[in-house]
C-alpha cells in the first residue's frame, strides 16, 4: 500500500559550505558590476521597508551616495501580506519595470519574505520572458525554504501557489542580522521548516535540535548560541539544497520537502477561511505531529519521536484547537490538495527519522485517528 522509493541519504552533504553572508555589500559588489547601475531595481514589501531596508542601506552605503539615490528611485515598495499575492499585485510590478525602462540586462534584487521572493520572482521570471533576480531573503522562513529552490509564484482562485515557475534565482543572499527584527511568533514559524528538514534527514540533525535552547536564543543567546544557530541553519539549506539538486522541479524526491504539509495546508486554509489565520510553520508544526502519528499507524515509525514532538510543540507553538467536528472539512481540503496525484490523499510519511516516503497514502479512519491525536494534545 505504501510505496516508499525516494529514500534518500543525506550523508553526502555534510560539510557542504553554506552561502550565509557577514558582509551584503561585498557579496553585491561581486555580482553587480555586470549590470550598469541604472538597471539595478529593488522590490520589497512595506513591512520590510520600515524594519530591514534602513538595515539594508547601512550595509549598502560603501557603494556610495549616488548608488543609493537611484537605487531609492528605482525601488517599488509593495502591500505586505499573503492577501496581495495576486495578479493584480503582479500586474503592478510589471507595470512598475516597464515604466522605469527596465530591460533584459537589468536585475532585481528582491527584498524580504517569502511572499515578496515567490512574488516577485514570479514577475521577474515573466518579465520580458524573464530577468535575473536576487533574492536577499528578511525572515527565517524564507531563508530556509521559500528563497531557495527555485519555486516563484502566486496564489489564484482562493488557492495558495496555483499559478508559477520554478525559475532559480541568480543568487540567495543571506544576511543573518535581519532576523533580529522577527516577532519570535514569525522565528518559530520558520524553525518549523527547519525541524521538517531535521526530520527528514537524520537523527543526528534531529537531536542537535532538539538540543538547541530556543526560549535562550530567542531571549539573549550567547557568542556559543549564534554559532550553534550558524551550524543549524547551514545544514537545514543544505538539506533543502540537496534534495532540490536531486528533482529541481519536484517531480519525485522533493515531495519529501512536503511532510507535515498535507494536514498543514488543510488547517492552514481552514483558519484562513475562518478568518484566524496562523504563521504557516505553526499549521506545518500541527501539521508534522498528525503526520508523524500516521507514519506510526502506517509503517512502524517509533512512537516515542511521535511524542518528542509532541511535546516540542505543546511547549513552543501550542494546540491546533480543532475537534472532531473539523475531520469533513479537514479531509476535505486534503482531498484538493495539488500534491495528490489521484483521487486519494498523498502524504509524505516517514518509517523512522531520516527515511521519508513521498507518495504514502492512509485510510480516511487511519487520517482521523491522526487528527484524534493531535486534537486531544
Ligand atoms: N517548500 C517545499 C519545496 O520547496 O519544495
Excluded at 552605503?61 to 525601488?75: E, K, V, Y
Excluded at 542537535?208 to 535562550?216: I, K, M, N, S, V
Excluded at 519525485?252 to 492552514?268: K, P, Q, S, Y
Aim: hydrophobic residues 40%; proline residues 4%.
Amino acid at each position: 500500500m505504501h510505496k516508499c522509493k525516494n529514500n534518500c541519504t543525506f550523508a553526502a552533504i555534510l560539510g557542504h559550505n553554506g552561502m550565509l553572508t557577514d558582509d551584503i555589500f561585498l557579496e553585491l559588489h561581486r555580482i553587480l558590476p555586470r549590470f550598469a547601475e541604472d538597471q539595478v531595481f529593488l522590490i520589497t514589501d512595506e513591512n520590510v521597508a520600515r524594519e530591514c531596508l534602513p538595515l539594508f542601506e547601512s550595509q549598502t552605503a560603501d557603494f556610495g551616495q549616488l548608488w543609493q539615490n537611484m537605487l531609492r528611485r528605482h525601488t517599488l515598495v509593495l502591500p505586505a501580506g499573503e492577501a496581495h499575492k495576486n495578479l493584480d499585485t503582479v500586474r503592478r510590478i510589471w507595470d512598475y519595470l516597464q515604466s522605469a525602462g527596465a530591460t533584459r540586462r537589468s536585475v532585481v534584487l528582491l527584498l524580504g519574505g517569502g511572499v515578496v521572493t515567490d512574488m516577485a520572482g514570479f514577475a521577474a521570471a515573466c518579465y520580458q520572458r524573464g530577468i535575473p533576480f536576487i533574492n536577499i531573503p528578511t525572515t527565517l522562513l524564507s531563508i530556509v525554504d521559500a528563497s531557495d529552490g527555485g519555486k516563484t509564484g502566486i496564489d489564484y482562485g482562493g488557492l495558495k501557489n496555483q499559478i508559477g515557475l520554478f525559475r532559480p534565482a541568480l543568487e540567495n543572499i543571506i544576511w543573518l542580522p535581519f532576523l533580529r527584527t522577527l516577532p519570535a511568533e514569525q522565528f518559530l514559524s520558520g524553525w518549523a521548516e527547519m525541524i521538517k528538514h531535521a526530520l527528514i534527514a537524520s537523527p543526528i540533525e534531529w537531536n542537535r535540535l532538539l538540543a538547541f535552547d530556543l526560549e535562550q536564543y530567542l531571549a539573549a543567546p550567547d557568542e556559543a548560541q549564534e554559532d550553534e544557530f550558524r551550524a543549524l541553519i547551514t545544514r537545514s539549506m543544505d538539506i533543502k539544497r540537496y534534495v532540490v539538486e536531486q528533482d529541481p522541479e519536484e517531480q519525485d524526491m522533493r515531495r519529501i520537502l512536503n511532510f507535515g504539509h498535507t494536514v498543514g495546508h488543510a488547517i492552514e486554509s481552514e483558519l484562513i477561511g475562518r478568518g484566524q489565520a496562523r504563521p504557516h510553520g505553526y499549521c506545518v508544526v500541527w501539521g508534522m505531529v498528525a503526520e508523524l502519528y500516521l507514519s506510526h499507524l502506517c509503517l512502524g515509525f517509533p512512537a516515542e519521536v511521535v511524542t518528542q514532538l509532541s511535546s516540542y510543540m505543546k511547549a513552543h507553538y501550542g494546540a491546533v484547537g480543532f475537534s472532531c467536528r473539523d475531520y469533513e472539512r479537514l479531509l476535505s481540503l486534503m482531498r484538493h490538495d495539488k500534491k495528490n496525484t489521484d483521487s486519494r490523499i498523498s502524504f509524505t510519511l516517514l518509517r523512522h527519522v531520516g527515511s521519508p516516503c513521498a507518495g504514502s497514502h492512509a485510510s480516511d479512519e487511519q487520517i482521523k485517528e491522526a487528527l484524534d491525536y493531535l486534537f486531544s494534545l
